[in-house]
């Protein structure tokens, strides 16, 4: 079984695009978890474009399953996070003018600051995922600076399903390296998590990973629930992850 997160971020989108109240986050992880989510997944921008800091204070309050926080290896964010204490914690790059968060973090120009960021986070008691490129010797650098898991970046594996297609040598390249790090990852006991850009076409191949461990899904997920509403959205993407895997 793949455990799926939700991440909420897109909700907040909505919101904040009125400055109003609603739509409500605990409301939207309430529908998700009764839909079968394993955890909910938020991330604190440093620009808080979405998420706001007391939605990450209300989100663990509330959060029945888990709660995931996604941030940057900034100040500030940590000693909220050291504040908060969600269940795990996915250190991510972030530059301010990017529209998602574009690639993965590179742990080796960061490796000293990142090191002591994960001693103190785990020191009080939440799990430390990094969200890295599918890259053997970053999967390395992980497991050396104490993280408990990776996060891939999908952002390669599904740009080059949708413009080049699965047969491709761009997305074949790509599902290789990705192998690989999985390999590397599990070998060095790191749990092994997968996330961005993953949707309802592109998700057949990345689920069949042996010791996949977690999905973290956001987009598509928001996107399909205009349509369908969010519980239908979130059943139908874990029963497309358990038919897959
Ligand atoms: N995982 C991480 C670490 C992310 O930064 C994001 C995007 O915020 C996601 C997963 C979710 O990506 P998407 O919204 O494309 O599903």
């Not at 309050?61 to 709660?67: G, I, P, Q």
């Not at 940590?78 to 973090?105: H, M, W």
């Not at 598509?220 to 139908?236: M, P, Y």
Request: glycine share 6%; proline share 1%; charged share 30%.
């Amino acid at each position: 079984m793949i455990n799926l997160g939700v991440n909420i971020d897109h909700i907040a989108t909505i919101r904040q695009a009125r400055k109003e109240d609603f739509p409500s986050l605990i409301g939207a992880v309430a529908v998700c978890e009764r839909a079968g989510a394993n955890g909910i997944t938020v991330h604190l921008r440093e620009d808080r474009r979405h998420i706001q800091t007391d939605d990450v204070y209300n989100l663990r309050k509330f959060a029945k399953t888990k709660l995931n926080l996604e941030m940057a290896a900034s100040e500030e964010i940590v000693k909220i996070a050291l504040d908060i204490r969600p269940n795990s914690v996915c250190i991510v790059p972030e530059k301010r003018q990017e529209l998602t968060t574009e690639g993965g973090l590179d742990v080796k120009i960061n490796k000293r600051n990142l090191a002591n960021v994960v001693e103190k986070l785990k020191k009080s008691g939440i799990m430390v995922s990094v969200f890295i490129e599918a890259d053997v010797g970053q999967v390395l650098l992980c497991s050396q600076i104490g993280a408990d898991a990776i996060e891939l970046h999908c952002g390669k594996y599904a740009k080059f399903f949708k413009e080049n297609g699965e047969n491709s040598r761009e997305f074949k390249t790509e599902m290789e390296k990705i192998l690989e790090a999985s390999r590397a990852a599990l070998e060095s006991n790191l749990l092994l998590n997968a996330g961005h850009g993953l949707d309802y076409n592109n998700l057949e191949k990345i689920c069949k990973i042996t010791g996949m461990n977690e999905f973290n899904i956001g987009f598509s997920i928001i996107a399909r629930a205009i349509f369908t509403g969010l519980e239908r959205a979130v059943v139908d993407m874990k029963e497309l992850i358990d038919r897959s895997c």
